[in-house]
T-cell receptor, first 117, second 115 residues
Framework: DAGVIQSPRHEVTEMGQEVTLRCKPI?????LFWYRQTMMRGLELLIY????????DSGMPEDRFSAKMPNASFSTLKIQPSEPRDSAVYFC???????????????FGAGTRLSVL | AQKITQTQPGMFVQEKEAVTLDCTYD???????LFWYKQPSSGEMIFLIY??????QNATEGRYSLNFQKARKSANLVISASQLGDSAMYFC????????????FGKGITLSVRP
């Protein structure tokens, strides 16, 4: 079975440009998460969706960040305009178990390494 | 508030030997789950093992086992018969039960396996 698929794996862009990261969750999973990993702050949850609906976006750093999930098999995280401090690894994860349960195993994609020059 | 502590500096282990990676956590909830993930140099995050707070037995998955000591709030990962491919960053994470609970990660431990 295919895991969580993210694209691109690497993205290099210049400050001010729009960046779009893409994610395909595991088929049948109804929760999707976007995380950001940096050396300083570790792994941070940005936003998560349940059945394509955004549930908690309190981790989104600012209005330059937006996320959408138009259908059950696709999500995007967009940064516009991008800044050098956005440089990080962005992960998408998905899960299927009931989110109210402690045992809600999240399966991660390979990540997108973003560099904003 | 949840908190995960991984304080070991970089760890080294000889190939084929066992190694323990430490993790302590802090929560006032009774129902919670503990997770370990592996992040090799290629960057992906790989789920390894899960332990529930009500599980009476320590979780095991192949060469991975979780030494769960609830009273001490520790959830150490034991890797038996280390292999070169085990060299990676290892993250401990915790999630309390509840619809609004987030998965909180520790800062990770780097493991290097020597041939």
């Amino acid at each position: 079975d295919a895991g969580v698929i993210q694209s691109p794996r690497h993205e290099v862009t210049e400050m001010g440009q729009e960046v779009t990261l893409r994610c395909k969750p595991i088929s049948g999973h109804d929760y999707l998460f976007w995380y950001r990993q940096t050396m300083m702050r570790g792994l941070e949850l940005l936003i998560y969706f349940n059945n394509n609906v955004p549930i908690d976006d309190s981790g989104m750093p600012e209005d330059r960040f937006s996320a959408k999930m138009p259908n059950a098999s696709f999500s995007t995280l967009k940064i516009q305009p991008s800044e050098p401090r956005d440089s990080a690894v962005y992960f998408c994860a998905s899960s299927s178990q009931g989110f109210a349960l402690a045992k809600n195993i999240q399966y991660f994609g390979a990540g997108t390494r973003l560099s904003v020059l | 508030a949840q908190k995960i502590t991984q304080t070991q500096p970089g760890m080294f282990v000889q190939e084929k030997e066992a190694v323990t990676l430490d993790c302590t956590y802090d929560t006032s909830d009774q129902s919670y789950g503990l997770f370990w993930y592996k992040q090799p140099s290629s960057g992906e995050m790989i789920f390894l093992i899960y332990q529930g707070s009500y599980d009476e037995q320590n979780a095991t998955e192949g060469r991975y086992s979780l030494n769960f000591q609830k009273a001490r709030k520790s959830a150490n990962l034991v890797i038996s018969a280390s292999q070169l491919g085990d060299s990676a960053m290892y993250f401990c994470a915790m999630r309390e039960a509840g619809a609004n609970s987030k998965l909180t990660f520790g800062k990770g431990i780097t493991l290097s396996v020597r041939p």
